[in-house]
């Protein structure tokens, strides 16, 4: 009985290797290895990809989404409004600057934060709202940018997750949307690198300048520092395999849409069990970082899993708003029902473009007699 894993990226690059290799050893022989041409050569090819006018390398999800914060003034007493169901990072990094997270429940259905409830905390502190594409599932942005429009406030994507995802009648891409995305590049991404990395990305010339001497130690290149700045730059290697992906990432997300319609239709209408929506309302493309299902015996299910040799994983098991580390904001539980909910249902089974369709259905089998 063979074992199945919840991402396989040696699978990825045995149709990789030669062109990954190949552009590692230019780099290394080029002994260029810090903000050299393969960054430039990437941002560039990111940008167009997206749409926006500037891509900006950094060294990691977190600080994308830290430095884009703090490029548009988020700072002491500032509140920036998001969701209690995502990764620690989202919230760290407001909490990095001395701004106050403040949470507001998600939609059930899609595990994105419900715009509706976003205006209720909004208050003369707000300063931004920072919507998280969970899962690779695109935000309401029309909603929230209406608000964030109405209330004058800045938006930042936490695109994590998302890249290639997209909106609308006319397929615009998360992270085109609000004054910033950021993405992350951790191995395990749709698009990842083989190692850690981040994008911004803005349509602001201003904001893309600060923070390029922001991820510089504030800094242009000349040892005169403009600001206090980070070491937060996207290196040359990783940018060389990043490119190497990008042109293959449609590729890569569509297939990861064929293998999760092929969950839903196994597991779709069956009692206990709530698939995720495909996201073809309005134009809106999900991308599937994870295939995340709600199952009332989401422990049993995982135990059984287990038992076959299957890899699943709860993302996540523990909102934040009840993480021991942000116990000082006096949260308790019941507070945001609908992450909660999905805190005790949720569970991501393995996809990937190269998962095998049998694979799926031994899967969706395990699932089923659960």
Known sequence: MSSIPMLDLKKQLAGIRDEVVREVLGVIESGQYILGRMVGRFEESAAAYIGTRHAIGVASGTDALALSLKALGIGPADEVITTPFTFFSTVEAILYLGAKPVFADMDIETFNIDPSKV?????????????????GYPAAMGRIMELAGRHNLKVVEDCAQSFGATLGQNARKTGGFG?????????????????????????????????????????????????????????????????????????????????????????????????????????SRHVFHQYTIRHRRRDAVKEKLRQQQISSMIYYPVPMHLQPALGFMGHKEGDFPCAEAACREVLSLPIYPELEDAEIERISKIVIGV
């Open 119 to 135: 205006e209720e905390k909004i208050t003369e502190r707000t300063r931004a709202i920072l919507p998280v594409h969970l899962f």
């Open 179 to 283: 004054d910033a995305g950021a993405f992350s590049f951790y191995p395990s991404k749709n698009l990842g690198a083989y190692g850690d990395g981040g994008l911004i990305t803005t349509n602001s010339d201003e904001m893309a300048r600060e923070i390029r001497l922001l991820r510089n130690h504030g800094s242009s290149g000349s040892y005169i520092h403009q600001s206090i700045g980070f070491n937060s730059r996207l290196d040359e290697l990783q940018a060389a395999i990043l490119l190497v992906k990008l042109k293959r990432l449609d590729d890569y997300n569509e297939k990861r849409r064929h293998k999760a319609a092929l969950y839903n239709r196994l597991l779709s209408g069956l009692d206990g069990i709530k698939c995720p929506p495909m996201g073809e309302d309005g134009g």
